[in-house]
């Protein structure tokens, strides 16, 4: 499979793929193809279906292959911002926050990833739930606004705002932390709690992201009387 990634701030993902070949997405994200694509809609047996339930995702995903010669099948994303590409490898999973699958090659996996500290999937911002991806190929994730990314070494540490942790290498952990001082908790407008990420690892942070986007609109739309 190769691919090519258009059109920022409203990107798509073009995938040029050989005969037979097969890609996973969430379902609505296909965004046009060549005749010769077949769609089948499938669930992964219960225990997958109902974990991606409970990560806020739909029980089913598409596949998408290539059916008697090469085909061609574009994803777009969902929200203004950037795709990545990333390599998954056995012994190398990544985990991504619940919204930011878009597509993947057929044998990467996706499970549920709960979180190891319960106060960092509660007050974290990024959900008691996130996405793992695991097993070998490639995986497209969304990320809401521009990609900022760092390498971090083992025991760096990275503080980031509420929701703007888009991806980690599993082998980073998260943790929350309270804003000291109570005058900065109230007043400071960055909220009670920030999200720690530690390495070693990689971590890909998001400038914008979709929930702050509909705060910043929702504060000027006009009340209602």
Same mark, same amino acid.
């Given at each position: ?114 979180? +190891? ?5 509660? !007050? &974290? %911002? $990024? /959900? ?6 695991? =097993?070998? #190929? ?41 804003? +000291? ?5 109230? !007043? &400071? %407008? $960055? /909220? ?6 530690? =390495?070693? #690892? ?24």
């Amino acid at each position: 499979m190769k691919y090519s990634i258009e059109g920022e701030p409203l990107p798509v993902v073009i995938c040029e793929m050989e005969a037979n070949e097969m890609m996973i997405t969430e379902k609505g994200a296909m965004s046009w193809m060549s005749p010769n694509m077949k769609m089948e809609t499938v669930g992964g047996g219960m225990g997958k279906m109902f974990g991606r339930m409970f990560s806020g995702e739909s029980m089913f995903v598409n596949h998408y292959t290539a059916m008697g010669g090469p085909g061609m099948i574009a994803f777009a994303s969902s929200f203004p911002g950037s795709i990545r590409a990333f390599d998954i490898k056995p012994g190398q999973d990544i985990i991504c926050q619940k919204t930011a699958f878009l597509a993947s090659t057929s044998k990467v996996e996706l499970s549920v990833f709960f979180q +190891k500290k319960a106060s960092a999937g509660f !007050f &974290g %911002g $990024e /959900g008691f739930i996130m996405q793992k991806l695991s =097993g070998r #190929g490639t995986a497209f994730l969304e990320i809401d606004g521009s990609a900022v990314e760092y390498d971090l070494a083992p025991g760096q540490q990275l503080i980031v705002d509420t929701g703007n942790l888009a991806m980690m290498d599993e082998t980073c952990s998260i943790d929350i932390q309270s804003v +000291k001082g109570v005058k900065n908790m109230l !007043f &400071g %407008g $960055e /909220g009670m709690f920030n999200t720690v990420v530690t =390495g070693p #690892g990689h971590v890909v942070l998001q400038t914008m992201p979709l929930s702050a986007f509909a705060g910043s609109i929702a504060s000027v739309l006009p009340s209602k009387s």
